[in-house]
Protein backbone atom coordinates (compact mmCIF):
# COMPACT_ATOMS: atom_id res chain seq x y z
CA UNK A 1 0.00 0.00 0.00
CA UNK A 2 1.19 3.27 -0.84
CA UNK A 3 1.38 6.53 1.80
CA UNK A 4 -1.41 8.38 1.01
CA UNK A 5 -1.95 11.91 3.09
CA UNK A 6 -5.02 13.80 2.94
CA UNK A 7 -4.72 17.49 1.48
CA UNK A 8 -6.81 20.05 2.64
CA UNK A 9 -5.79 21.96 -0.65
CA UNK A 10 -7.22 19.44 -3.07
CA UNK A 11 -9.94 18.22 -0.09
CA UNK A 12 -8.78 14.05 -1.28
CA UNK A 13 -6.21 11.94 -0.01
CA UNK A 14 -3.20 11.62 -2.44
CA UNK A 15 0.14 9.18 -2.57
CA UNK A 16 2.45 10.92 -1.63
CA UNK A 17 5.23 11.86 -3.73
CA UNK A 18 8.15 14.02 -2.08
CA UNK A 19 9.86 16.64 -4.28
CA UNK A 20 13.37 14.87 -3.69
CA UNK A 21 13.02 10.87 -3.66
CA UNK A 22 13.68 10.01 -0.28
CA UNK A 23 13.78 13.24 1.40
CA UNK A 24 10.87 14.91 3.22
CA UNK A 25 10.73 18.57 4.38
CA UNK A 26 7.85 19.63 6.61
CA UNK A 27 7.10 23.20 7.83
CA UNK A 28 4.79 23.67 10.93
CA UNK A 29 3.30 27.03 12.03
CA UNK A 30 4.25 26.96 15.36
CA UNK A 31 3.88 28.90 19.03
CA UNK A 32 3.13 32.85 19.71
CA UNK A 33 4.96 32.40 23.11
CA UNK A 34 3.03 35.02 25.53
CA UNK A 35 1.93 31.83 27.94
CA UNK A 36 2.25 28.15 29.09
CA UNK A 37 1.54 26.15 26.79
CA UNK A 38 -1.87 23.94 26.98
CA UNK A 39 -2.77 20.61 25.60
CA UNK A 40 -4.16 22.22 22.33
CA UNK A 41 -0.51 23.63 21.16
CA UNK A 42 1.00 20.50 22.03
CA UNK A 43 -1.38 18.15 19.83
CA UNK A 44 -0.02 19.24 16.87
CA UNK A 45 3.62 18.39 17.89
CA UNK A 46 2.66 15.13 19.19
CA UNK A 47 0.86 14.31 15.87
CA UNK A 48 3.55 15.48 13.89
CA UNK A 49 6.25 14.02 15.98
CA UNK A 50 4.62 10.23 15.13
CA UNK A 51 3.78 11.51 11.54
CA UNK A 52 7.83 11.95 11.02
CA UNK A 53 8.59 9.04 12.98
CA UNK A 54 6.73 7.27 10.21
CA UNK A 55 8.10 8.77 7.56
CA UNK A 56 11.39 7.91 8.84
CA UNK A 57 10.01 3.90 9.21
CA UNK A 58 9.34 4.27 5.69
CA UNK A 59 13.04 5.05 4.59
CA UNK A 60 12.83 8.81 4.47
CA UNK A 61 15.14 11.39 5.67
CA UNK A 62 12.93 14.18 7.03
CA UNK A 63 13.54 17.69 7.94
CA UNK A 64 10.96 19.62 10.15
CA UNK A 65 10.87 23.43 10.50
CA UNK A 66 8.63 24.96 13.37
CA UNK A 67 8.69 28.70 13.94
CA UNK A 68 8.22 30.76 16.96
CA UNK A 69 6.49 33.76 17.01
CA UNK A 70 8.21 35.76 19.11
CA UNK A 71 7.42 39.76 18.00
CA UNK A 72 3.63 40.12 17.29
CA UNK A 73 0.90 42.56 19.01
CA UNK A 74 -0.24 39.79 21.67
CA UNK A 75 3.55 39.64 22.50
CA UNK A 76 3.80 43.54 22.80
CA UNK A 77 0.51 43.50 24.37
CA UNK A 78 1.32 40.78 27.22
CA UNK A 79 4.69 42.51 27.77
CA UNK A 80 3.43 45.90 28.57
CA UNK A 81 1.04 44.20 31.14
CA UNK A 82 3.48 42.46 32.83
CA UNK A 83 6.38 45.54 32.59
CA UNK A 84 9.04 43.22 30.85
CA UNK A 85 10.40 43.57 27.22
CA UNK A 86 9.40 41.89 24.88
CA UNK A 87 12.24 39.44 24.47
CA UNK A 88 12.08 38.74 27.93
CA UNK A 89 8.66 37.67 27.79
CA UNK A 90 9.22 35.76 24.30
CA UNK A 91 11.95 34.12 25.42
CA UNK A 92 10.51 32.92 29.18
CA UNK A 93 7.50 31.43 27.50
CA UNK A 94 9.65 29.60 24.48
CA UNK A 95 11.79 27.96 26.93
CA UNK A 96 8.69 26.98 29.00
CA UNK A 97 7.51 24.94 25.56
CA UNK A 98 10.32 23.57 24.88
CA UNK A 99 10.68 21.76 28.15
CA UNK A 100 6.97 20.76 28.21
CA UNK A 101 7.91 19.76 24.31
CA UNK A 102 11.55 17.29 25.72
CA UNK A 103 9.08 16.07 28.98
CA UNK A 104 6.73 14.87 26.01
CA UNK A 105 9.47 12.93 24.67
CA UNK A 106 9.09 14.40 21.41
CA UNK A 107 12.09 14.41 18.43
CA UNK A 108 13.89 17.60 18.23
CA UNK A 109 13.07 19.68 14.82
CA UNK A 110 14.95 23.03 13.85
CA UNK A 111 13.37 25.75 15.78
CA UNK A 112 13.56 29.44 14.44
CA UNK A 113 12.45 32.85 15.44
CA UNK A 114 11.33 35.45 13.36
CA UNK A 115 13.44 38.45 15.08
CA UNK A 116 16.31 36.01 14.16
CA UNK A 117 15.44 35.86 10.22
CA UNK A 118 14.39 39.65 9.53
CA UNK A 119 16.57 40.08 6.83
CA UNK A 120 14.46 37.00 4.58
CA UNK A 121 10.97 38.82 5.84
CA UNK A 122 12.45 41.78 4.08
CA UNK A 123 13.42 40.22 1.25
CA UNK A 124 10.34 38.29 0.43
CA UNK A 125 8.29 41.88 0.93
CA UNK A 126 10.74 43.41 -1.60
CA UNK A 127 9.82 40.81 -4.11
CA UNK A 128 6.00 41.33 -3.42
CA UNK A 129 6.50 45.03 -4.07
CA UNK A 130 8.93 44.77 -6.91
CA UNK A 131 6.12 42.22 -8.68
CA UNK A 132 3.49 44.57 -7.88
CA UNK A 133 1.20 42.48 -5.35
CA UNK A 134 2.32 45.05 -2.60
CA UNK A 135 2.53 48.71 -1.56
CA UNK A 136 3.72 51.24 0.51
CA UNK A 137 1.00 52.95 2.87
CA UNK A 138 1.56 56.59 3.54
CA UNK A 139 2.56 56.15 7.02
CA UNK A 140 5.17 52.95 5.88
CA UNK A 141 3.48 50.18 6.47
CA UNK A 142 3.06 47.91 3.48
CA UNK A 143 -0.03 45.97 2.54
CA UNK A 144 0.11 43.01 0.29
CA UNK A 145 -2.81 43.60 -2.72
CA UNK A 146 -5.03 40.58 -1.98
CA UNK A 147 -7.02 41.06 -5.91
CA UNK A 148 -3.65 40.73 -7.38
CA UNK A 149 -3.41 37.27 -7.27
CA UNK A 150 -6.23 35.64 -8.84
CA UNK A 151 -5.92 32.04 -6.90
CA UNK A 152 -6.07 33.89 -3.50
CA UNK A 153 -8.85 31.63 -1.67
CA UNK A 154 -8.00 28.19 -3.24
CA UNK A 155 -7.02 26.90 0.20
CA UNK A 156 -9.96 27.52 2.19
CA UNK A 157 -12.49 27.47 -1.45
CA UNK A 158 -13.64 31.44 -0.62
CA UNK A 159 -14.88 33.55 -3.11
CA UNK A 160 -13.59 37.37 -2.72
CA UNK A 161 -17.51 38.68 -1.90
CA UNK A 162 -17.45 36.09 0.92
CA UNK A 163 -14.22 37.62 2.28
CA UNK A 164 -15.45 40.67 2.40
CA UNK A 165 -18.92 40.45 3.96
CA UNK A 166 -16.88 38.52 6.58
CA UNK A 167 -16.06 39.82 10.53
CA UNK A 168 -12.21 39.20 10.41
CA UNK A 169 -11.83 41.70 7.98
CA UNK A 170 -9.33 44.53 9.41
CA UNK A 171 -10.93 48.11 8.80
CA UNK A 172 -8.15 50.03 7.79
CA UNK A 173 -8.67 53.49 6.16
CA UNK A 174 -4.69 53.33 5.23
CA UNK A 175 -5.34 50.05 2.84
CA UNK A 176 -6.53 50.24 -0.60
CA UNK A 177 -8.78 47.31 0.30
CA UNK A 178 -10.59 46.21 2.91
CA UNK A 179 -9.06 42.48 2.09
CA UNK A 180 -5.60 43.62 2.11
CA UNK A 181 -3.28 42.14 4.94
CA UNK A 182 -0.01 44.05 6.60
CA UNK A 183 2.87 42.95 5.53
CA UNK A 184 5.40 45.18 7.54
CA UNK A 185 3.86 47.45 10.06
CA UNK A 186 5.73 50.78 11.14
CA UNK A 187 7.50 52.08 13.79
CA UNK A 188 5.16 52.61 16.76
CA UNK A 189 6.53 54.56 20.16
CA UNK A 190 7.11 51.96 22.81
CA UNK A 191 7.31 48.76 19.64
CA UNK A 192 10.39 46.72 18.97
CA UNK A 193 11.18 47.85 15.19
CA UNK A 194 14.01 47.10 12.80
CA UNK A 195 15.52 49.07 9.97
CA UNK A 196 13.75 48.61 6.40
CA UNK A 197 13.55 50.11 3.34
CA UNK A 198 10.06 51.40 4.14
CA UNK A 199 11.59 53.14 7.53
CA UNK A 200 11.52 51.13 10.81
CA UNK A 201 8.91 48.59 11.78
CA UNK A 202 8.23 45.18 12.40
CA UNK A 203 6.49 42.31 10.18
CA UNK A 204 3.22 41.82 10.26
CA UNK A 205 2.30 38.08 11.39
CA UNK A 206 1.63 36.49 7.87
CA UNK A 207 4.83 37.04 5.95
CA UNK A 208 7.03 35.15 8.24
CA UNK A 209 6.04 31.66 7.53
CA UNK A 210 6.01 32.29 4.09
CA UNK A 211 9.58 33.99 4.24
CA UNK A 212 10.89 31.11 6.89
CA UNK A 213 9.89 28.43 5.27
CA UNK A 214 11.13 29.18 1.94
CA UNK A 215 14.47 30.53 3.20
CA UNK A 216 14.97 26.79 5.44
CA UNK A 217 12.87 24.27 2.83
CA UNK A 218 13.08 26.17 -0.58
CA UNK A 219 10.59 27.55 -2.35
CA UNK A 220 8.64 24.67 -3.18
CA UNK A 221 8.34 22.22 -0.45
CA UNK A 222 6.63 18.95 0.38
CA UNK A 223 4.36 19.84 3.70
CA UNK A 224 2.90 22.49 5.42
CA UNK A 225 1.37 21.79 8.80
CA UNK A 226 -0.60 23.59 11.11
CA UNK A 227 -4.15 23.81 13.40
CA UNK A 228 -7.52 23.76 11.23
CA UNK A 229 -8.25 27.29 12.36
CA UNK A 230 -4.77 28.50 11.10
CA UNK A 231 -6.43 28.08 7.31
CA UNK A 232 -7.92 31.17 6.99
CA UNK A 233 -7.02 33.54 7.14
CA UNK A 234 -2.74 32.50 7.62
CA UNK A 235 -2.65 29.81 5.72
CA UNK A 236 -4.37 31.57 2.77
CA UNK A 237 -1.99 34.37 3.08
CA UNK A 238 0.91 32.38 3.30
CA UNK A 239 0.37 30.99 0.34
CA UNK A 240 -0.43 34.43 -1.31
CA UNK A 241 3.12 35.78 -0.31
CA UNK A 242 4.77 32.85 -1.50
CA UNK A 243 3.85 32.30 -4.78
CA UNK A 244 3.20 36.27 -5.39
CA UNK A 245 6.98 36.90 -4.07
CA UNK A 246 8.44 33.86 -6.27
CA UNK A 247 6.36 32.87 -8.96
CA UNK A 248 7.03 29.02 -7.68
CA UNK A 249 3.98 27.39 -7.64
CA UNK A 250 2.75 25.69 -5.38
CA UNK A 251 4.37 26.88 -2.34
CA UNK A 252 3.82 23.97 -0.76
CA UNK A 253 2.61 20.68 -2.38
CA UNK A 254 0.95 19.11 0.48
CA UNK A 255 -1.25 21.09 3.05
CA UNK A 256 -1.99 19.29 6.06
CA UNK A 257 -4.33 20.59 9.10
CA UNK A 258 -4.73 18.44 12.55
CA UNK A 259 -8.16 19.28 14.53
CA UNK A 260 -8.70 21.25 17.25
CA UNK A 261 -8.60 20.29 21.17
CA UNK A 262 -11.92 21.68 22.30
CA UNK A 263 -13.22 22.07 26.26
CA UNK A 264 -16.54 22.85 27.77
CA UNK A 265 -17.73 22.68 24.12
CA UNK A 266 -15.15 25.22 22.97
CA UNK A 267 -11.69 25.35 21.47
CA UNK A 268 -9.18 25.29 24.10
CA UNK A 269 -7.65 28.52 24.39
CA UNK A 270 -6.44 30.94 26.74
CA UNK A 271 -8.62 33.78 26.15
CA UNK A 272 -11.54 31.24 26.78
CA UNK A 273 -9.87 30.49 30.29
CA UNK A 274 -10.77 26.46 29.50
CA UNK A 275 -7.40 25.09 28.96
CA UNK A 276 -4.57 22.76 30.83
CA UNK A 277 -1.55 23.15 30.49
CA UNK A 278 0.70 20.79 29.85
CA UNK A 279 2.25 20.64 33.59
CA UNK A 280 -0.59 20.40 35.43
CA UNK A 281 -1.58 17.10 33.50
CA UNK A 282 1.54 15.63 33.81
CA UNK A 283 1.54 16.20 37.29
CA UNK A 284 -1.37 13.78 37.47
CA UNK A 285 -0.25 11.49 34.86
CA UNK A 286 2.93 10.04 33.37
CA UNK A 287 3.62 11.47 29.41
CA UNK A 288 2.91 8.11 27.73
CA UNK A 289 -0.61 8.00 28.54
CA UNK A 290 -0.86 11.69 27.49
CA UNK A 291 0.97 10.51 24.11
CA UNK A 292 -1.82 7.45 23.92
CA UNK A 293 -4.75 9.69 24.96
CA UNK A 294 -4.00 12.34 21.93
CA UNK A 295 -3.16 9.42 19.43
CA UNK A 296 -6.26 7.17 20.32
CA UNK A 297 -7.98 10.37 17.77
CA UNK A 298 -6.88 10.64 14.07
CA UNK A 299 -5.02 14.03 13.84
CA UNK A 300 -7.62 15.06 11.72
CA UNK A 301 -10.71 14.73 13.88
CA UNK A 302 -11.24 17.31 16.75
CA UNK A 303 -10.66 16.29 20.46
CA UNK A 304 -13.07 17.04 23.08
CA UNK A 305 -11.24 17.13 26.53
CA UNK A 306 -12.67 15.19 29.32
CA UNK A 307 -10.69 14.33 32.88
CA UNK A 308 -12.50 11.10 32.65
CA UNK A 309 -11.13 10.35 28.84
CA UNK A 310 -7.88 10.45 30.24
CA UNK A 311 -8.25 8.47 33.24
CA UNK A 312 -9.65 5.75 31.19
CA UNK A 313 -6.35 5.77 28.88
CA UNK A 314 -4.14 5.84 32.16
CA UNK A 315 -6.22 2.33 32.88
CA UNK A 316 -5.22 1.25 28.94
CA UNK A 317 -1.98 1.92 29.60
CA UNK A 318 -1.69 -0.16 32.86
CA UNK A 319 -3.73 -2.62 30.86
CA UNK A 320 -0.66 -2.99 28.39
CA UNK A 321 2.42 -2.68 31.19
CA UNK A 322 0.72 -5.23 33.30
CA UNK A 323 0.31 -7.66 30.62
CA UNK A 324 3.41 -7.13 29.08
CA UNK A 325 5.16 -7.87 32.87
CA UNK A 326 3.45 -10.81 33.19
CA UNK A 327 4.32 -12.09 29.46
CA UNK A 328 7.98 -11.27 30.97
CA UNK A 329 7.91 -13.39 34.20
CA UNK A 330 6.18 -15.93 31.89
CA UNK A 331 8.06 -16.35 28.53
CA UNK A 332 10.95 -17.55 30.86
CA UNK A 333 13.41 -15.78 29.08
CA UNK A 334 12.63 -17.02 25.20
CA UNK A 335 13.42 -13.90 23.02
CA UNK A 336 11.64 -13.62 19.81
CA UNK A 337 12.72 -10.74 17.59
CA UNK A 338 9.70 -10.63 15.40
CA UNK A 339 6.13 -9.29 15.19
CA UNK A 340 2.94 -11.15 13.90
CA UNK A 341 2.62 -10.22 9.71
CA UNK A 342 -0.81 -10.10 10.01
CA UNK A 343 -0.84 -7.40 13.01
CA UNK A 344 2.27 -5.74 11.33
CA UNK A 345 0.57 -5.87 7.82
CA UNK A 346 -2.70 -4.18 9.58
CA UNK A 347 -0.51 -2.11 11.63
CA UNK A 348 1.02 -0.60 8.37
CA UNK A 349 -1.89 -0.06 6.34
CA UNK A 350 -3.16 2.00 8.87
CA UNK A 351 -0.47 4.59 9.36
CA UNK A 352 -0.17 4.42 5.58
CA UNK A 353 -3.77 5.70 5.71
CA UNK A 354 -3.10 9.47 6.48
CA UNK A 355 -0.79 8.49 9.56
CA UNK A 356 -4.21 7.12 10.87
CA UNK A 357 -3.10 6.29 14.51
CA UNK A 358 -6.32 5.68 15.60
CA UNK A 359 -6.63 2.40 14.00
CA UNK A 360 -2.75 1.00 14.67
CA UNK A 361 -3.60 1.68 18.09
CA UNK A 362 -6.61 -0.55 17.39
CA UNK A 363 -4.09 -3.47 16.28
CA UNK A 364 -2.23 -3.04 19.13
CA UNK A 365 -4.86 -3.66 21.37
CA UNK A 366 -5.85 -6.49 18.60
CA UNK A 367 -2.13 -8.08 19.25
CA UNK A 368 -2.83 -7.38 23.13
CA UNK A 369 -5.68 -9.40 23.27
CA UNK A 370 -4.13 -12.39 21.59
CA UNK A 371 -1.05 -12.44 24.16
CA UNK A 372 -3.79 -12.25 26.81
CA UNK A 373 -5.23 -15.13 25.68
CA UNK A 374 -2.19 -17.09 25.96
CA UNK A 375 -1.23 -16.07 28.98
CA UNK A 376 -4.65 -17.39 30.25
CA UNK A 377 -4.48 -20.37 28.88
CA UNK A 378 -4.42 -23.46 31.01
CA UNK A 379 -1.14 -24.60 28.77
CA UNK A 380 0.57 -21.52 28.11
CA UNK A 381 3.72 -21.74 25.81
CA UNK A 382 6.82 -19.47 26.41
CA UNK A 383 7.78 -18.63 22.97
CA UNK A 384 3.87 -17.63 22.21
CA UNK A 385 3.66 -15.29 24.78
CA UNK A 386 7.32 -13.96 24.13
CA UNK A 387 5.74 -13.47 20.18
CA UNK A 388 2.90 -11.24 21.51
CA UNK A 389 4.84 -9.64 24.01
CA UNK A 390 7.54 -8.36 20.95
CA UNK A 391 4.44 -7.84 18.57
CA UNK A 392 2.76 -5.18 20.87
CA UNK A 393 5.73 -3.31 22.00
CA UNK A 394 7.25 -2.79 18.72
CA UNK A 395 4.36 -1.43 17.31
CA UNK A 396 3.43 0.37 19.81
CA UNK A 397 7.08 1.84 20.19
CA UNK A 398 7.36 3.11 16.64
CA UNK A 399 4.14 5.56 17.83
CA UNK A 400 7.27 6.92 20.16
CA UNK A 401 5.13 5.35 23.27
CA UNK A 402 7.17 3.25 25.66
CA UNK A 403 5.98 0.75 27.97
CA UNK A 404 7.53 1.11 31.21
CA UNK A 405 8.73 -0.82 33.46
CA UNK A 406 5.87 -0.86 36.10
CA UNK A 407 9.07 -0.46 38.44
CA UNK A 408 9.05 3.14 37.59
CA UNK A 409 5.96 3.65 39.89
CA UNK A 410 6.91 1.50 42.40
CA UNK A 411 4.90 2.32 45.45
CA UNK A 412 7.49 3.47 49.00
CA UNK A 413 10.33 1.67 46.73
CA UNK A 414 8.78 -1.62 46.17
CA UNK A 415 11.33 -2.50 42.92
CA UNK A 416 10.78 -5.18 40.75
CA UNK A 417 13.91 -6.86 42.00
CA UNK A 418 12.66 -6.68 45.54
CA UNK A 419 9.14 -8.29 44.35
CA UNK A 420 11.18 -10.96 42.86
CA UNK A 421 13.05 -11.46 46.57
CA UNK A 422 10.30 -12.28 48.45
CA UNK A 423 8.33 -14.82 45.67
CA UNK A 424 11.77 -16.64 46.28
CA UNK A 425 11.62 -16.62 49.47
CA UNK A 426 8.02 -17.28 49.73
CA UNK A 427 8.98 -20.78 47.49
CA UNK A 428 11.47 -21.36 49.60
CA UNK A 429 8.42 -21.29 52.44
CA UNK A 430 6.60 -23.68 50.32
CA UNK A 431 8.94 -26.00 49.79
CA UNK A 432 9.42 -26.10 53.65
CA UNK A 433 5.95 -26.88 54.01
CA UNK A 434 5.93 -23.25 56.04
CA UNK A 435 2.09 -22.65 54.62
CA UNK A 436 1.42 -19.89 57.25
CA UNK A 437 4.32 -17.61 56.39
CA UNK A 438 3.77 -18.42 52.42
CA UNK A 439 0.19 -16.75 53.35
CA UNK A 440 1.90 -14.17 54.94
CA UNK A 441 3.88 -12.70 52.31
CA UNK A 442 1.26 -12.92 49.80
CA UNK A 443 -1.09 -11.17 52.33
CA UNK A 444 1.66 -8.58 52.75
CA UNK A 445 2.47 -7.73 49.17
CA UNK A 446 -1.56 -7.87 47.85
CA UNK A 447 -1.69 -4.82 50.66
CA UNK A 448 1.20 -2.65 48.98
CA UNK A 449 -0.70 -3.67 45.67
CA UNK A 450 1.52 -6.62 44.39
CA UNK A 451 -1.50 -9.28 43.45
CA UNK A 452 0.39 -13.31 43.27
CA UNK A 453 -1.24 -15.91 40.86
CA UNK A 454 -0.06 -18.87 41.57
CA UNK A 455 0.02 -21.21 38.29
CA UNK A 456 1.80 -24.70 37.43
CA UNK A 457 4.74 -22.97 35.75
CA UNK A 458 5.13 -20.84 38.42
CA UNK A 459 3.87 -17.41 40.24
CA UNK A 460 3.37 -14.40 38.71
CA UNK A 461 2.60 -11.28 39.20
CA UNK A 462 1.27 -7.81 38.99
CA UNK A 463 0.34 -4.16 40.41
CA UNK A 464 -3.29 -3.69 40.92
Known amino acids: MSLTI ?49 FKYRGYDVTM ?21 TVELATRYSNNYLADWNSLGITPVEFVKVTENIPAILQL ?94 LSFDIHAGGIDLLFPHHENEIAQGEAGTGCVPFARV ?39 LLSTHYRAPIDYA ?3 LAETARSYDRLRKALSTADQMSNG ?18 DDDFNSAAALGVVFEALSELN ?29 ELTSQEASAPDGLTDALIEHALAWRKLARESKNYGLSDRIRDDLKSLGIILEDRPQGTTWQRS
Open 6 to 54: YNTLTHDKEVFEPREPGKVGIYACGLTPQGPAHLGHMRGALAFDVIRRW
Open 65 to 85: VQNFTDVDDKIIRKAAEEGIG
Open 125 to 218: IAQLLEREHAYVAENGDVYFSVRTFPDYGKLSRRRSDEMESGARIEIDPLKRDPLDFALWKAERPGEPSWPSPWGPGRPGWHIECSALAQKFLG
Open 255 to 293: WMHWGSVNAGGEKMSKSLGNFFTIKEILAEYPAQVLRLY
Open 307 to 309: PER
Open 334 to 351: AVVDTVSPLHLAKFEDSM
Open 373 to 401: KEIASPTPAPAEIAFYSSTVRKLIGSLGI
